[in-house]
């Protein structure tokens, strides 16, 4: 009995020793800027400065600037081709394309049907995800009809951040978090334990809750803690299994072993 009882408990110790995420670190390099947007596969850094946007690699730097709309409150680099810029003082969202160069505006205060938005981001073909303050809605808008293709039913409740692939989008909010498809439909909606914000990554989500970050893995509703000791999490972010925390001066990366 009393060896069924030791069995048990390494067992149990065996299990809980996994529930957790070890990464692998890799390297760091120095960078000081505000708000570190992303690090793309080729070592390409997105980052906002002084309220610019910043596109640098190891050749050169370029820059877009756009003072008269205020500050940049996002950025999103998912699609190099079509990069998005959210001036939410403006109610305004700018393309660029992959030298900064703007290839379409998109002012909400002065179309037809007026929509005050509080986030974006990326969606497929000429779309973004958007979320309507006034109705309380998730809208993927197609900017070059100026047409929403789909809205999902009202989210009563505060929206933190906003994540989406060409595929799917997430919607993080104060009580839940929502997973939706291209066409809107609800694929997922499980209740949020004090995540704040969360980057994406071929399905996989990492949430930030204080300063610790969650592993979320597709299809399951367990997200698993990644021991990151002693690290200031200002910004993170995930390409494939690639984890980068920045904390203000420098951008550690990692891999992540995902169980």
């Known amino acids: 009995m009393q060896h069924l ?3 048990f408990l390494f067992l149990s110790s065996s299990i809980f020793s996994q529930e957790i995420i070890e990464p692998i670190f890799i390297k760091k390099s120095s960078l000081q800027v505000e708000t570190l947007v992303a690090v793309d596969n080729f070592n390409t ?10 596109k640098a690699n190891t050749n050169k730097t370029i820059t877009y600037n756009n003072l008269q709309l205020g500050n940049l409150e996002s950025a999103n680099p998912f699609n190099p081709l079509k990069i998005n810029l959210f001036y939410k003082d403006f109610n305004t969202v700018i393309i660029l394309d992959n030298r900064l160069a703007e290839i379409f505006k998109i002012d909400f205060n002065t179309i037809s049907d007026y929509k005050n938005v509080s986030h974006i981001t990326t969606g497929y073909d000429n779309t973004i995800w958007i979320f309507n303050q006034d109705t309380q809605q998730l809208e993927l808008y197609d900017y070059k009809t100026n047409s929403s293709r789909t809205q999902t039913l009202p989210i009563q409740t505060e929206v933190l951040d906003l994540k989406s692939n060409y ?17 809107g439909s609800l694929l997922k909606k499980m209740e949020n334990d004090g995540f704040t914000s969360l980057a994406e990554s071929n ?8 300063n610790t970050l969650y592993y979320l893995k597709k299809n399951t ?8 000791p002693n690290l200031l999490i200002k910004q993170f972010f995930v390409i494939n299994e690639t984890l980068y925390i920045y904390d203000n001066e420098t951008i550690y990366k990692y891999k992540i072993k995902t169980i």
């Open 221 to 228: 509703g367990n997200p698993i803690p990644i021991s990151t």
């Open 203 to 210: 399905q996989n989500i990492v949430l930030k809750k204080d």
């Open 45 to 54: 850094q997105y980052y906002i400065n002084n309220n610019i946007f910043n």
């Open 5 to 7: 009882v030791y069995f």
């Open 167 to 183: 595929n799917t989008c997430w919607l993080l909010t104060k009580k839940y978090l929502y997973v939706y498809n291209y066409f």
